[in-house]
């Protein structure tokens, strides 16, 4: 009880918050229909468990007089119900994907209670959802000093030594996670990742029969079956392994922020080319800058993470990753140009471009030391797939920015979309006729680029595999960079990666994946069909 001065479970379990009759719609995040609930009569504060609710949908919803209403109440709580309440919110916020809101309830608990696991399990884990591994090391070695057991720290351990690249480490710290915790789904997620040929048939068996009972709810259950996917991939038994990644998908369209929701390709390309209008008002912000950005763009699955670590092992480089900050800035634009505040956008070009620079600035130097870079910072990779909806917005911003198309064979994109549980945004990736949607509406938005007269430079992962020094070469002389064969050693960066990709990146240059459709060939029918129905590249699809 030194280090955990509440057992924060304990008590919520006995409040029942989370067995509100209200609480799916907090979960499926129906922020609106909590608040609604309240405001038709029910008071808020009659029980805690009424209060917690009502303060997390209102905070997470953004329903600015209900959230105030909330944290006025607070402050006349005892110190142990506001403590109980921050706690509560912060997990719902992380849950949410709210990480810096959860900080802001986690940070003041800390102060106070420095070493508490829990409280330390989700300052580390907003750090690695914020891509901020350095700055969550701390705090998660703080906690794992505390609690050196703890099994939620010592899986934020695993995931941390995953994308900071330390494989035989987070090898490691899973197998003695799974002497802890027996049932411990990240310590499986990183065997599958890092070794998914040493994972013994026990050990499968186990966390089959796991993934099937589904107690643990859809969203790790699907986690838990994409694991036994791969490594039956790996095995060779393709029938067993598709069957796995088929139920894996079926509990993601369960999970409450996906169920019901469907992917409408025509929708988005029409909404595409009416913010495309907006962006056409503004003038391109021609003045030179000392560092030179980059955007890697296309379809999720393309080798995007093997350029963009290359090309970030280069001593005067940067990555951003797949960092929001351009969605962000195009956002705000957009809300100005649709007011009619053409000016006023205008006038904010160079805030947003030094806004952009500003990050690439603070990332450079959050790496600098890990990484060993000590020449000028001249160069800059975003990363960030879905740019490719805002170059429009970039040509403006950032006239002579580089644009990289990642390309690959399209079945195999298809496949690795199905396999890879990508975020919950992406709902076209849980059905094999949504993903043809999404890659014929992916090939429409490339298509408009090319028709404006777009330059981009359509880098093809095969090749890449193939030929990864002339490839690089080409790139990079069509960027501006000199040769350095640092990026050749892509594989032995120090740099964290948040990408799916993060334990394929660590190894050499493979070409197993060149074709790997064609073990499920016959499974692929519905893709085939969507692609072949949409008039795209048909040829390809049996290269």
């Not at 879905?386 to 644009?403: C, E, V, Y």
């Not at 499920?520 to 069909?529: C, E, F, G, R």
Request: net charge neutral; with cysteine; aromatic share 10%.
């Amino acid at each position: 009880m030194q280090n955990q001065p509440y057992d924060w479970h304990t008590i919520l379990h006995e409040v029942g918050v989370r067995h509100h009759p209200f609480y799916y719609q907090l979960e499926a995040a129906d922020f609106g229909a909590v608040v609604e609930y309240f405001a038709r009569g029910n008071d808020p504060f009659a029980t805690l468990a009424d209060y917690l609710l009502y303060g997390a949908a209102a905070v997470l919803g953004r329903h600015q007089k209900p959230a105030e209403a909330a944290l006025s109440y607070h402050a006349r709580l005892n110190a142990k119900t506001k403590a109980v309440s921050l706690f509560f919110w912060a997990e719902e916020a992380v849950a949410h994907m709210q990480y810096r809101t959860a900080e802001g309830f986690v940070v003041p608990l800390l102060e106070s209670f420095p070493n508490d696991p829990e409280l330390n399990a989700l300052f580390a884990a907003c750090c690695l959802h914020q891509q901020d591994t350095v700055r969550g090391r701390p705090t998660l070695n703080r906690g794992l000093k505390a609690a050196p057991e703890h099994a939620g720290l010592n899986s934020l351990l695993c995931r941390y030594l995953l994308a900071d690249g330390e494989m035989g480490a987070a090898e490691a710290a899973a197998r003695k996670l799974l002497l802890l915790d027996p049932l411990n789904s990240v310590a499986f997620n990183v065997l599958s990742r890092v070794s998914p040929g040493k994972v013994d048939d026990r050990l499968l068996e186990r966390f089959e029969h796991r993934a099937l009972e589904g107690a643990t709810g859809p969203a790790n259950s699907a986690g838990m079956l994409f694991d036994i996917g791969r490594i039956y991939d790996a095995r060779g038994s393709y029938e067993r392994a598709f069957d796995a990644i088929v139920r894996a998908n079926d509990q993601m369209k369960s999970i409450p922020q996906m169920a019901g929701n469907t992917f409408d390709g025509e929708q988005e390309f029409r909404q595409f080319e009416e913010r495309c209008t907006l962006f056409d008002k503004l003038s391109p912000d021609s003045r030179p800058t000392d560092l030179k950005p980059m955007f890697i763009v296309g379809l999720p699955r393309t080798g995007s993470t093997l350029l963009d670590q290359a090309l970030a092992a280069h001593p005067s480089a940067v990555s951003l990753g797949e960092n929001d900050i351009i969605p962000t800035l195009a956002k705000e634009a957009e809300d100005l140009l649709r007011q009619g505040s053409i000016q006023q956008a205008q006038a904010k070009m160079p805030e947003w471009r030094s806004r952009f620079f500003e990050q690439a600035k603070r990332e450079a130097a959050r790496v600098a030391g890990s990484a060993g870079k000590s020449q000028p910072l001249k160069f800059v990779v975003d990363k960030m797939l879905g740019n490719s909806r805002h170059l429009g917005f970039l040509a403006k911003l950032f006239p002579h920015a580089s644009i990289l198309h990642s390309h690959r064979n399209i079945m195999d994109v298809g496949l690795s979309i199905y396999f890879s549980p990508l975020h919950r945004a992406n709902i076209y990736a849980t059905d094999l006729q949504s993903i043809g949607d999404f890659i014929y509406l992916e090939e429409r938005i490339m298509g408009f680029w090319q028709k404006r007269g777009f330059s981009i430079l359509p880098v093809a992962y095969e090749s890449m595999v193939d030929d990864m020094e002339q490839i690089l070469r080409q790139t990079m002389g069509h960027i501006g960079m000199d040769w350095h064969a640092d990026c050749l050693e892509f594989n032995k960066q120090k740099r964290a990666v948040h990408t799916y990709s993060a334990h394929q990146v660590r190894k050499a240059l493979y070409r197993s994946s060149k074709g790997r459709w064609q073990h499920y060939s016959a499974q692929m029918t519905p893709l085939k069909k969507a692609l072949r129905s949409r008039g795209i590249n048909a040829e390809s699809l049996t290269a």
